[in-house]
């Protein structure tokens, strides 16, 4: 298939059930009939759904979530000054 | 007065940051209790800790009575084994403080207010300083959101690692702060740790975990953090006060651990109004 506006390519993709032609050159996008309506109904599922199990407070530390760069792991006098304030009032 | 006891052996003096004095001597630990323990109030949360509803989760004293030796306040206890960081309980731990917090009232009635609430304030109160940091943590402090009223319920008040202690078992120890509070209280010193970035989320995630898997009731399982946000605001700014006027006592400059909670207290004072 050609693209309708640079008569590029279509390179046909399929993305959680949705059919997309994209064409190599101008990056456009083309989509089939009621596509268009099938991302709208998913988009507006997304937003509805229930947020994940929250892993902390919104002021908690940037680096939760991924790898974690506290703890007991990262030098000496981190570590021991961290191991004190495990174990007092 | 350990021999008294049974105690036998060279006495050992554990180390301690307070006017609390701990000694021990072979199976026989006596604690001195801090000149602010009120004796009156000690009386009924060392009962507690002998009681038979709390036998399994906490120590029991080897006299269920508060004794005085020189004007201060003294209890009697077995001797445990304590805390090894590398392997701690972070699981037993928890799962005790949701026995804990499950231990009907009536059993151990009457008791006094626990004392986290009151260390905080008191925490932040001992800072001498007026410097940016101190003003930071005074801040955060005083702009905690009014708590949502909760039904109380029996809580330690003042847990950490150093409150565990192994017999045949672990059990909780430090009948100090004991009494009726909101026990979300004894989850937000960890809580805050991790949320400083400090206690890795996996830790943090076993302890949490453990908690509600033993019922816990001081947590929604839904949403552990709608009741867990502002205890640990509290205690965040509590530990960040703690570490100021522990740098100042040494003469030395905050280190990157302590920062951590600095920079946690400047995240809460930055949240938008009208949060959580």
Known sequence: MQCPKCRGNM???????????QCDNCRGIFLDYGELETITRMESQYRSAPPPAPGGPAWGAPSHGGHHGGGYHHGHKRKDSFLGMLFSS | MAADYGGTGAPDVHPSRTDVVVVRRGEVVVKAH???DDPVLLAPRLRAAGAAALSGIMLAPLDTEVLTVAGRAVTVWP?????????APWEEGARLLARLHAVPLPVVSPMPAAGGPARAARAVRRMAGDGPVEQLIRMTFAGLPEPEPTPGLLTHGDWHLGQLVRRERWLLIDIDDLGVGDPVWDLARPAAWYAAGLLEAPTWDRFLGAYLASGGPALDPDDPWARLDVPTRALTAQLAAVAVVNAARDGRELDEVEHSLIEACDRIVGLPQGLP
């Open chain 2, 79 to 87: 001797a445990g084994q304590t805390v090894d960081p590398d392997t």
């Open chain 2, 34 to 36: 801090s000149v602010r």
């Open chain 1, 11 to 21: 390179r046909t993709y399929e993305r959680n059930g949705v059919h997309i032609e």
